[in-house]
C-alpha cells in the first residue's frame, strides 16, 4: 500500500529565505507525482506536475523534483514572500492504485515579513 | 474558462436528510473522483468514475452514492447523512491518470 510521507510537518522561515520541502513515497511504481497549495479552507491549487519519465518541473519560483527510484520528491520555493504561507501537499498515483491520489498529510508553511 | 464547479460552496444539515453535492466539468475529462479532507486523517478518496456510467469505490465509501449518467457531472449523494460525515469534499478531475488532477473549490458539510 502505497505511503506518503511530508518532511517538515510545519515551517516558519523569514521573507526572502530559500527553501525546501520534502516528500516521500514507499513504492516507486508510479505514474506521477503532483504538489498542491491549500490555503485554510480553500480549495486544491496545482502547483507542478512531473511525469514519471519526468525528472523536474518548474514554474516561476518553484521547482520540483523527482526521484523515483529512491521514493522521493523535493519542492524548492526560492525567495519565499509572506503570499506563499500556506499548506503544501504532495500526492503520488501508483501503478496498483487505479486512478487514487495518495496525499501527504502536508507541511504548513510560514512566512514571515 | 477551465473549471470544476462544486455546490454548494457551504451546507449545514440535519441527520438523515438526504443531500447531494454536485459536481460539474467543463474540460471534458474522463475521469472524477470524490475526496474527503478531515484533521489529522488527510484527504481519502470516496469514490470516483473513469467514464460515463463506469463508477467504483475509492477508500472510504461507505453512506456514500455517486452517478455519472454524463460526462460533465459526477453528483455525490448522502442519502442518510450522519455527523460523522461532517467534513470538507473536493470533486477532481483529470483528462488521463498522467496528466493530473484539476480540483473543485470545496463544499464544506456539518452535520448536526
Known amino acids: 500500500k502505497q505511503e506518503v510521507t511530508q518532511i517538515p510537518a510545519a515551517l516558519s522561515v523569514p521573507e526572502g529565505e530559500n527553501l525546501v520541502l520534502n516528500c516521500s513515497f514507499t513504492?516507486?511504481?508510479?505514474?506521477?507525482l503532483q504538489w498542491f497549495r491549500q490555503d485554510p479552507g480553500k480549495g486544491l491549487t496545482s502547483l507542478l506536475l512531473?511525469?514519471?519519465?519526468?525528472r523536474e518541473q518548474t514554474s516561476g519560483r518553484l521547482n520540483a523534483s523527482l526521484d523515483k527510484s529512491s521514493g522521493r520528491s523535493t519542492l524548492y520555493i526560492a525567495a519565499s514572500q509572506p503570499g506563499d504561507s500556506a499548506t503544501y501537499l504532495c500526492?503520488?498515483?501508483?501503478?496498483?492504485?487505479?486512478?487514487?491520489?495518495?496525499f501527504g498529510a502536508g507541511t504548513i508553511l510560514r512566512v514571515k515579513s | 474558462e477551465a473549471q470544476v464547479t462544486q455546490n454548494p460552496r457551504y451546507l449545514i444539515t440535519v441527520t438523515g436528510k438526504k443531500l447531494t453535492v454536485t459536481c460539474s466539468q467543463n474540460m471534458n475529462h474522463e475521469y472524477m473522483s470524490w475526496y474527503r479532507q478531515d484533521p489529522g486523517l488527510g484527504l481519502r478518496q470516496i469514490y470516483y468514475s473513469m467514464n460515463v456510467e463506469v463508477t467504483d469505490k475509492g477508500d472510504v465509501p461507505e453512506g456514500y452514492k455517486v452517478s455519472r449518467k454524463e460526462k460533465r457531472n459526477f453528483p455525490l449523494i448522502l442519502e442518510s447523512p450522519s455527523p460523522n460525515q461532517t467534513s470538507l469534499y473536493f470533486c477532481?478531475?483529470?483528462?488521463?491518470?498522467?496528466?493530473?488532477?484539476?480540483f473543485g473549490s470545496g463544499t464544506r458539510l456539518t452535520v448536526v
Open positions: 500526492a503520488v498515483i501508483g501503478h496498483g492504485d487505479g486512478n487514487k491520489l495518495v
Open positions: 512531473i511525469q514519471s519519465s519526468q
Open positions: 513504492d516507486s511504481a508510479i505514474y506521477n
Open positions: 477532481a478531475t483529470a483528462r488521463g491518470i498522467i496528466y493530473g488532477y484539476t
